[in-house]
């Protein structure tokens, strides 16, 4: 045996896991700073958002929805990382996030991330420009509809296909570019601008939308027409399109009450109403309660944009349609979220293009079309419509909905889809930042109290194995270093974040590594009594120890990966950290511990009883070695 190349692997191993902690990505500040591993909610504080259930009627959801709102939330959270998220249920209606760290945006973890795909059926102004016209201006309904003028939306969204591409400029209308080769997968692409849509809402947008269990608005549409008063009611009533005030000055006078609602009370409004009075604004339809849009078999109003208001068919294409969603960065370097269709949802996309397309029964009118005369379809996630581009031809393939987002945004957008809409609807009731001061006590209190057991674990060792001693104490230290290294670069890699209870699983791993030193020497004594030289001890000694040192850390790495699986919160790190400790001293037993053995056995110190700490059991073997001249070697 070599035990120099096995120490050269090992210090290999180390200069390319500190490489990493100092220079890899992520690594910025002095070096001071880029030895700081990531830390959890209990020991830097965080943010915690507290989500109520909302049902129909005040009632509490059932106990196995909340369980599998949970588990959705809990998914979209380790989604981002292993981050030591907290996800829990509080009560009958609660639902709690902690999330270590500052800044952490848990805004958009709560929405239903209800996709649903309509076809636009007309478009107008929803900026509330259109209803401040001044008398004896001239104005058309329709301007609002483009998406230039006053009306803009902040994104000028385009759909392409892989095959076929559909494209929409920010001028007024759409403008198609037929890309070479047959039908396609599509892509519903939005050109990156400055806009919330990439998170899939505009911030006025509600924190989250029901899948199907929505509940009645809170607002009484008898109430909406006793606050608003008959004359608006009225004049709301007899409108057959979006509101002419420019031809009839008394029009926008009567209308400007429904100004004044809210967003439970525009919620219970018509859709026809929603699109047709001007003084209802994207602000009030953004301000919408969840579930306001959620039913797939009724028409509905949503914005684009916070400027752009969008009369919209059925839904025929649904969340519950698409296999899969992942974000990706396209031919062009920009994030993208990819969608694939299930079998049947692949067909009815092809359909709704088809028909969009072709637009079927003249559904959409002037408004609704793009440059080329197509109808489009409306990406509409939870509230709000991500982009409604023009469809220029009938997509047979998978798509994607490309926009203003950046690695974060569409990965979050992915896991929202990907892992499925809530079965309940929430609020967020409340986000507040967690200070770190009683985790920082116990931390210290911890690491005093782990101080002071491994100093007296090194004087014993040193006491009762001397030279065997100095290669326990630099394993441990060896084996922290190593584990340090290893959790700074964990945390930027893949987000994991030390807690106390990770704390207490190295704390634990430590004591089983000491427990392996305790099986090599104590197989060395024996060794040695069955009459074999030290030198030749120490092989077979390592012979046979290694077998019950790989079992023992075999089954602490069994015990930890079972528990990390059926665990949740904070005893998932605990089960982390302790399998990754256990891990690691293995690479210190096998690349350290056995090769430092070898090589202090061809020492004279190690031949001392008095330094190498065999102690008795040299002096027994000495003696027997007088009574028989030929002591047994290996």
């Given amino acids: 045996m070599r035990p120099g190349r096995q120490l050269a692997v090992l210090g290999l191993i180390f200069v390319v896991l500190y490489l990493l902690v100092f220079f890899a990505n992520g690594a910025s500040g002095s070096f001071r700073d880029r030895l700081h591993p990531k830390l959890g909610l209990d020991l830097i504080g965080g943010t915690r958002v507290t989500l109520e259930a909302t049902q129909a009627g005040g009632k509490p959801p059932q106990a196995q929805q909340m369980e599998e709102a949970r588990r959705i939330i809990e998914q979209r959270v380790n989604g981002l990382g292993v981050s030591e998220a907290e996800v829990v249920t509080e009560g009958n209606r609660n639902i709690v996030i902690s999330l270590p760290g500052e800044n952490k945006n848990l805004d958009q973890i709560g929405n239903a991330a209800e996709l649903r795909f309509r076809k636009v059926l007309k478009a107008g102004d929803g900026s509330g420009a259109s209803a401040e016209v001044a008398p004896g201006a001239t104005a058309s309904p329709s301007e ?159 914005c684009e944009a916070g400027s752009v208001k969008y009369l919209l068919d059925k839904a025929k294409v649904l969340g519950t349609d698409v296999s899969g969603a992942s974000a990706q960065l396209d031919q062009t370097s920009r994030w993208v979220v990819s969608l ?20 079927e029964g003249q ?22 419509v991500i982009s409604a581009p023009e469809i220029q031809g009938v997509l047979t393939g998978d798509s994607q909905i490309t926009g203003s987002f950046t690695n974060q945004t569409a990965n979050e957008l992915a896991s929202q889809l990907r892992y499925g809409a809530l079965p309940v609807t929430f609020t967020q009731q409340e986000a507040q930042s967690v200070t770190a001061t009683l985790g920082a006590s116990y931390l210290r209190a911890g690491l005093l109290a782990a101080g002071i057991g491994m100093l007296l674990v090194a004087i014993y060792a040193f006491f009762y194995y001397r030279l065997l001693g100095t290669v326990i104490f630099l394993s441990l230290l060896l084996s922290g270093l190593l584990v340090f290294g290893a959790l700074v670069v964990l945390g930027r890699g893949i987000g994991f974040t030390l807690t106390l209870a990770g704390i207490a699983g190295f704390i634990v791993s430590l004591g089983v590594a000491a427990d392996s030193f305790v099986i090599y020497f104590e197989r060395l004594k024996d060794e040695i009594r069955e009459g074999r030289s030290p030198r030749s001890a120490v092989p077979r000694a390592w012979a046979r120890a290694r077998r019950t040192i790989i079992s023992a850390n075999a089954i602490t790495v069994m015990a930890a990966v079972v528990l990390y699986i059926v665990s949740v919160g904070t005893v998932k790190g605990f089960a982390f950290a302790l399998g990754l400790a256990t891990v690691l001293d293995l690479v210190i037993v096998f690349l350290f511990r056995h090769p430092i053995m070898t090589m202090f056995a061809r020492t004279r110190a190690f031949l001392s009883p008095r330094v190498s700490g065999l102690g008795r059991v040299l002096h027994q073997d000495e003696s027997e070695s007088t009574r028989n001249p030929r002591v047994k070697e290996a």
């Fill in 363 to 384: 559904a959409c009118d002037a408004t609704a079309l793009g440059q080329d005369q197509h109808c489009r379809v409306a990406v509409v996630l939870d509230n709000v």
């Fill in 144 to 302: 609002g509809a483009s998406p230039s003028g006053s009306a803009e939306p902040s994104a000028s969204p385009s759909t392409a296909a892989s095959d076929t591409a559909v494209q929409e400029s920010p001028s007024a209308g759409a403008e198609a570019t037929p890309s070479s080769g047959g039908q396609g997968g599509g892509a519903l692409a939005e050109t990156p601008t400055p806009t919330p849509a990439a998170s899939g809402s505009p911030s006025a947008a509600p924190s989250a939308t029901p899948s199907d269990s929505a509940g009645e608005p809170a607002a009484d549409t008898g109430a909406v027409q006793a606050k608003v008063g008959a004359e608006a009611w009225a004049a709301a009533s007899a409108l057959q399109g979006p509101a002419d005030v420019s031809s009839d000055p008394t029009l926008a006078e009567k209308l400007k009450p429904f100004g004044e609602l809210t967003g439970d009370e525009v919620a219970v409004l018509p859709p026809d109403m929603q699109f047709n009075v001007p003084t209802i604004t994207c602000k009030q339809l953004d301000a919408r309660p969840p579930a306001s849009i959620s039913g797939p078999d009724q028409q509905v109003v949503s």
């Fill in 340 to 359: 694939k269709f299930k079998g049947d949802g692949q067909t009815k996309w092809t359909n709704l293009t088809r028909e969009a397309f072709n637009n």
